[in-house]
C-alpha cells in the first residue's frame, strides 16, 4: 500500500509502505508490552490465593477465613498487601526518568535491553521468594523494568510507522499489554489449582519468559532512523530509513528529521526546556492524559477483579475466571481500536469510550449499592445479578480498551517533537505510574469506606475527561510526527501558545533554521 498522497495544502505526506520489514520489526518491539501486561494480571490472581495470602500476609488470610467477616467491602485492606502491588510503580517512576536520559544518548533499543534484563532479575527473585522483602524488592527490579520499557517502546513504535498506519502500529503495545494480563490471568486460574499452595511460584516466576523476549527482542531490532540521526549517524539513518519505508525516495521526510535533531541538539537542558511556552500543550498532555487514563478507574479491575469478583460474592475459582473474561474482552477491544484508530481517529474513540465507561460505572455502583447497601452485608446472591455485574464490567472494560488504554500511550508518543520527545515521554509514563500506584495503594481502602460509591468516584472523572478531550485535543490522525507542530497552530487554545515561527506552515524546522520563510504558503 503506498502512503504517499497528498493530505492537503499545508500537511505533507512522505512516501512509504507499510512493508514487512516494519510491520515484524514493530510487532517484535511492541512486544515489550507484554512484560507490562504479565505484571498487571499477575499480582492480584496471586493476592486472591489463600496459600500465597497464608504465607505472606497471614494477618489478611485470617480475615479472609473468618467466615463472620460482616463487612465484606473491608474484607481486604491491608497496607502491606497493596504495598506488594504498588511498590512496583514507584520504582517504573523513578526508571522511567533515569531511561529518558538512555533513551536520548545511547537509542531506543538500549532502554529496552535494560528493561528486560530488570524485568528478568526480579521475576527470579520473586518466583523464589522466602519472605515479604523478596517479593517487594523482586518487584523494585520488575518495575525498573517496566519504566524503561514503556519509556521506549512507544517512541520506538511511533517513529519507525510510516505516519499513516502510526495509530496502528503503536497499538500494537498495547495489544501485547492486553495479551500479557490475559496470559497472567489464565495462568492464574490454573496455578492456583495446584495442589500443595506453590503455584504462585510459577504465577511470579513466569514474569521471565516475556522478559527475555524483550530482551532478545531488542537485540535483534534496528535503531530508529530518528535515533540514530539524533547520534549522529547520517548516512546509516539514511539507508535504514530506505529499507523501512521501502522506496528510494525518503529525501523529504529524511531532511525533516535531520532538521529536527540538529534542532534537537542545540537544546542543552531537556528539562528545563520542557517548561518554555511552546511546549505548554505538550506539557498539558503529558501530565493530563496519563492522569485521566488511571483515572478511569481500570486499574481497579485489572488488579483486582479476582479480589473485587470475591468481594461482591463469587467463590475464588469464579472469581479468577471472570477475570479471564474480562481480560478475553480486553485483547479483542484492544484490536477495534487498531482497526479503527487510523480510519475514525483519536478523539471519536475517546469519547465513545468515555461514554461507554460513564453508562456502565453507574450501573455497577447501582448494583452493587442495592445488594450489598451501606454496611456491605448482601446476604444471598442471586445468579442473575452476578451475571449483569460482570457483563457491565466487560462492557466497561472493552470501552477502556479502544479509547484510554491504547491512546493513553499513542497520543503523547506521537506529539512531542524530537528536541523535547525523550524528556516529555519520560513524564508522560511518570505521571503515568503516579497515578497507578495511587489507585493500587488506595482502591482498597476507598473500596472500604466509599463503598460502591467508589464507581461514581471514577465516574465523575470521566466526565471531567470527556469534556477536556472535547475542548483541547486536536485530532492526530494522518498527520506527520514531525508536522505535529501544526495541530496547535490552529488549535482555538492552543494557538496562542505556539507562536508562528515555532512551527512553519507546511515546514520543516529547516526553514526556520536556514530563514527561507515558511514555503506552501
Ligand atoms: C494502562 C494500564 C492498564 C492497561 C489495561 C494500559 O494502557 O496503562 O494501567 O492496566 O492498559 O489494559
Not at 47 to 75: G, H, I, W
Request: hydrophobic share 50%; charged share 15%; aromatic share 14%.
Amino acid at each position: 500500500m503506498a502512503v504517499g498522497i497528498a493530505v492537503g495544502d499545508n500537511k505533507k505526506a512522505y512516501p512509504g509502505n507499510l512493508t514487512p520489514f516494519v510491520t515484524v520489526t514493530c510487532i517484535v518491539a511492541a512486544m515489550g508490552g507484554l512484560i507490562f501486561g504479565y505484571d498487571i494480571g499477575i499480582s492480584g490472581g496471586v493476592t486472591a490465593m489463600p496459600s500465597f495470602l497464608k504465607k505472606f500476609f497471614p494477618s489478611v488470610y485470617r480475615k479472609q477465613q473468618e467466615d463472620s467477616v460482616s463487612n465484606q467491602y473491608c474484607q481486604y485492606d491491608s497496607q502491606t498487601l497493596t504495598m506488594f502491588t504498588s511498590s512496583l510503580y514507584l520504582a517504573a517512576l523513578l526508571a522511567s526518568l533515569v531511561a529518558s536520559t538512555i533513551t536520548r544518548k545511547f537509542g531506543r533499543k538500549l532502554s529496552m535491553l535494560f528493561g528486560g534484563v530488570l524485568f528478568c532479575a526480579g521475576a527470579i527473585i520473586n518466583g523464589a521468594a522466602k519472605a515479604v522483602w523478596m517479593l517487594i524488592l523482586g518487584r523494585i527490579l520488575l518495575g525498573f523494568g517496566i519504566g524503561f520499557a514503556n519509556q521506549s517502546v512507544p517512541l520506538y513504535l511511533s517513529e519507525m510507522a510510516p505516519y499513516k498506519f502510526r495509530g496502528a502500529l503503536n497499538i500494537g503495545f498495547q495489544l501485547s499489554i492486553t495479551v500479557g494480563i490475559l496470559v497472567a490471568n489464565v495462568l492464574n486460574y490454573f496455578f492456583a489449582k495446584i495442589h500443595g499452595g506453590w503455584g504462585w511460584r510459577l504465577s511470579l516466576g513466569g514474569a521471565m519468559v516475556p522478559a527475555l523476549i524483550i530482551t532478545v527482542g531488542s537485540l535483534v531490532l534496528p535503531d530508529t532512523p530518528n535515533s540514530m540521526i539524533e547520534r549522529g549517524q547520517h548516512d546509516e539513518a539514511r539507508e535504514k530509513l530506505r529499507r523501512i519505508r521501502g522506496v528510494d525516495d525518503v529525501d523529504e521526510e529524511f531532511r525533516d528529521l535531520v532538521a529536527a535533531s540538529e534542532a534537537s541538539i542545540k537544546v542543552e537542558h531537556p528539562w528545563r526546556n520542557l517548561l518554555q511556552r511552546k511546549y505548554r500543550p505538550h506539557m498539558t498532555m503529558a501530565v493530563m492524559i496519563p492522569f485521566f487514563q488511571q483515572l478511569t478507574g481500570i486499574n481497579v479491575i485489572m488488579f483486582y477483579a479476582p479480589v473485587l469478583f470475591n468481594t461482591i460474592g463469587f467463590g475464588s475459582n469464579a472469581s479468577l475466571m471472570s477475570a479471564v473474561i474480562t481480560g478475553v474482552v480486553n485483547v479483542v477491544a484492544t484490536m477495534v481500536s487498531i482497526y479503527g484508530v487510523d480510519k475514525w481517529g483519536r478523539r471519536f474513540l475517546f469519547l465513545e469510550g468515555g461514554f461507554q465507561m460513564l453508562i456502565c460505572q453507574a450501573v455497577v455502583a447501582a448494583c452493587i449499592g442495592a445488594k450489598f447497601g451501606i454496611d456491605g452485608n448482601p446476604g444471598e446472591l442471586p445468579k442473575w445479578y452476578a451475571i449483569v455485574v460482570v457483563l457491565f464490567i466487560c462492557i466497561y472494560v472493552a470501552g477502556f480498551a479502544w479509547s484510554w488504554g491504547p491512546l493513553g500511550w499513542l497520543v503523547p508518543s506521537e506529539i512531542f517533537p524530537l528536541e523535547i520527545r525523550s524528556a516529555a515521554q519520560s513524564i508522560n509514563v511518570s505521571v503515568n505510574m503516579l497515578f497507578t500506584f495511587i489507585v493500587a495503594q488506595i482502591f482498597l481502602t476507598m473500596l472500604c469506606h466509599l463503598k460502591f460509591g467508589l464507581f461514581l468516584f471514577f465516574a465523575f472523572f470521566v466526565v471531567l475527561m470527556s469534556i477536556f478531550v472535547y475542548y483541547f485535543l486536536p485530532e492526530t490522525k494522518g498527520i506527520p510526527i514531525e508536522e505535529m507542530g501544526q495541530v496547535w497552530k490552529t488549535h482555538w487554545f492552543w494557538s496562542r501558545f505556539v507562536a508562528d515561527e515555532d512551527y512553519p506552515i507546511g515546514g520543516s524546522y529547516e526553514m526556520t533554521k536556514g530563514g527561507q520563510g515558511p514555503k506552501n504558503v
